[in-house]
C-alpha cells in the first residue's frame, strides 16, 4: 500500500527557512521522478519542484526558483524540500508524490498524504 507521510512543516517568519520532509512507504522512489506540490485554499495543487529518479535533473517552479532546493535520499526511500528566503505567499499545504514522468505534472499515485503545512508571518 502506497503511504507518502509529509512533515517538517510549521510557522516560519518572513526570509527564513525551512525544511520538509517526505517519506514514502509502499514503494521504492529510486524507480521514480519525484515531486514536490502546495496548494492554498480555493486554488488548485500546483507543482513546484521535481526531481528526476537519480537526482540528475532538477525542475523548480519560477515562484520558488532560487529560494527552494528539492533533494532526495533514495537509499532512505525520503525526499526533501529546503525552503529558504522564505515570503507570505509561500504559505500553502505542501505534499509530494511521485510523477507519471519526470517532464510531466502528472502524479503517480492517486492517493495523496496529509500534507505539512506552512505558514509563513511575522
Known amino acids: 500500500q502506497v503511504q507518502l507521510v509529509e512533515s517538517g512543516g510549521g510557522v516560519v517568519q518572513p526570509g527564513g527557512s525551512l525544511k520538509l520532509s517526505c517519506k514514502a512507504s509502499g514503494f521504492s522512489i529510486k524507480n521514480f521522478a519525484m515531486a514536490w506540490y502546495r496548494r492554498t485554499p480555493g486554488n488548485e495543487r500546483e507543482l513546484i519542484a521535481r526531481?528526476?529518479?537519480?537526482?540528475?535533473?532538477?525542475f523548480h517552479a519560477d515562484s520558488v526558483q532560487g529560494r527552494f532546493v528539492i533533494s532526495r535520499d533514495n537509499a532512505r526511500n525520503m525526499m526533501f524540500l529546503q525552503l529558504n528566503k522564505v515570503k507570505p505567499e509561500d504559505t500553502a499545504k505542501y505534499y509530494c508524490n511521485a510523477l507519471t514522468d519526470y517532464h510531466s505534472s502528472v502524479p503517480r499515485f492517486p492517493s495523496w498524504g496529509q500534507g505539512t503545512q506552512v505558514t509563513v508571518s511575522s
Open positions: 526531481m528526476a529518479f537519480d537526482g540528475g535533473d532538477t
